[in-house]
């Protein structure tokens, strides 16, 4: 009995482990699926933001750009999709294990219980129990007899008991596994409609690059003009920074509690204010990295992150053009506007000649909101994450508002979506 016993608390831990694991998996596919239903929720948002239906090469390569980016929002909500259905699968496999263990339980409670309602039938009747307690040859034997009867039938009756409760348990796991059943059903089905998305998604690219390859010349040329463009534009914002960075050497130097340095152009602000306090300096910088991943998109609205940082190439093998926008390139909706992702300083407002910019100082780094149709702060003014610094301009031919994003430590440009919450 006491082998048995031991058994039994041996399945019984069993159980007690597999419970707490398949307990971790259902919060973990809760979570997901929370997550997978809001980034649904952003795709849909983001599908408002149209394709041009212009024909020229420049329309062509942006709605590229938007394809391409839409592919890989539906492809990260597949992906955590099949992590679900993993789970999900591994969840199954813990309660199938389970329930198997649970059915063996059951079964040698049913046999044990069977064995003694047989014994019990030897001393059910009242003659019978009398006489085995009175069959007794001395008062001690018959008093133990008669105790080890009444705890026959109460530990009868406990047994009985823990059957019930044991086929109880093993009915809610059933329960159990029939919903994990069906919302792997439910994932999978979703899983395959994102697929179709995926499909109709990657025959639009396909038509864009086989007209791009055909027009390769122009969609060359295009891309030369843009490259131009963004050389031009890094290098007037590399030329402010600079012009920041040596305002404040000087003031430090100077020991001045403050100072205001009269720019190179008149195209920029009279004034900017510069940090000249280390410590100021120092605090405002701890800050900005303790928000690292935590940051808001520096555009209000549905918006799709349309170029990556880094160097790229339009299309493969033709417009062999690489081009790096020091950034990323966000695509909004109708009327969009850039805001601060951290609050800072404005220390500069420049136009030259072919995008506004604004740039924001965060101790040492700097963020830089390009391409603004009109801008609404001025130099010296301080921000909060999250304040309008102005409006978007729209991409050419009655596009979408398109906003070029940079962030740089100085003057070391930094991939921007591994601090905004994208």
């Known amino acids: 009995m006491n082998r048995q016993n031991s058994l039994k608390l041996l399945i019984l831990l069993v159980f007690s482990m597999a419970t707490l694991v398949a307990g971790a ?8 699926r929370a997550q997978a239903g809001n980034l649904r929720k952003e795709i849909a948002d983001k599908e408002k933001i149209l394709i041009s239906s212009q024909n020229d090469v420049r329309s062509k390569l942006n709605n590229l750009d938007i394809i ?29 294990k389970e329930i198997e263990q649970q059915e063996a339980v059951v079964e040698q409670s049913r046999a044990e219980y069977a064995e003694a309602l047989r014994r019990s039938r030897k001393y059910s009747s009242f003659q019978n129990k009398l006489s085995f307690i009175f069959s007794a040859d001395d008062f001690n034997t018959m008093v133990r007899r008669y105790r080890y009867a009444g705890e026959y039938m109460n530990a009868h009756l406990a047994f009985a008991d823990s059957l019930k409760v044991e086929i109880e348990r093993l009915d809610a796991k059933k329960t159990e596994l029939e919903a994990t059943l069906a919302l792997k059903a439910e994932a999978l089905k979703e899983q395959q409609s994102e697929r179709e998305k995926i499909q109709v998604l990657e025959k639009k690219q396909r038509k864009i690059v086989e ?32 012009r920041v960075l040596a305002a404040e050497a000087a003031a430090k130097k100077k020991a001045e509690g403050s100072s205001t340095v009269k720019t190179n152009t008149g195209k920029s602000d009279k004034t900017s204010p510069i940090y000249n306090d280390d410590a100021g ?48 390139t966000i695509e909004g909706s109708k009327g969009a506007q850039a ?43 301080e921000l909060k994450a999250g304040d309008i610094i102005g409006d978007i301009e729209n991409d050419a031919k009655g596009g979408n508002p398109r906003m070029l994003f940079q962030l740089r430590h100085e003057k070391t440009t930094l991939d921007p979506t591994e601090w905004l919450k994208i």
Request: glycine share 8%; hydrophobic share 40%; with cysteine.
């Open 211 to 242: 007209s791009l390859k055909r027009e390769a010349k122009k969609v060359e040329k295009e891309l030369k003009n843009k490259r131009a463009q963004l050389n031009k534009l890094n290098a007037s914002i590399e030329r402010e920074i600079e």
């Open 25 to 32: 998996q259902s919060a973990a596919i809760k979570n997901m």
């Open 339 to 381: 805001r601060s992702v951290f609050k800072g300083k404005v220390t500069a407002v420049f136009d030259n000649g072919s995008y506004t910019f604004v740039l924001v100082r965060h101790g040492k780094y700097i963020s830089v909101y390009c391409n603004l149709a009109n801008v609404r702060v001025k130099g010296g003014e």
């Open 68 to 96: 391409n980016a839409q592919l890989r929002e539906v492809r990260k909500l597949v992906s955590m999709l099949q992590n679900e259905v993993r789970l999900v699968n591994a969840e199954i496999s813990l309660y199938n």
């Open 281 to 328: 300096v120092i605090a405002m910088t701890g800050d900005f990295q303790n928000n690292k991943k935590k940051m808001p998109v520096p555009i209000t609205g549905p918006y799709l992150v349309v170029e990556r940082y880094g160097v790229k190439n339009a299309i493969s093998g033709k417009g062999n053009v690489p081009i790096n926008t020091g950034g990323i």
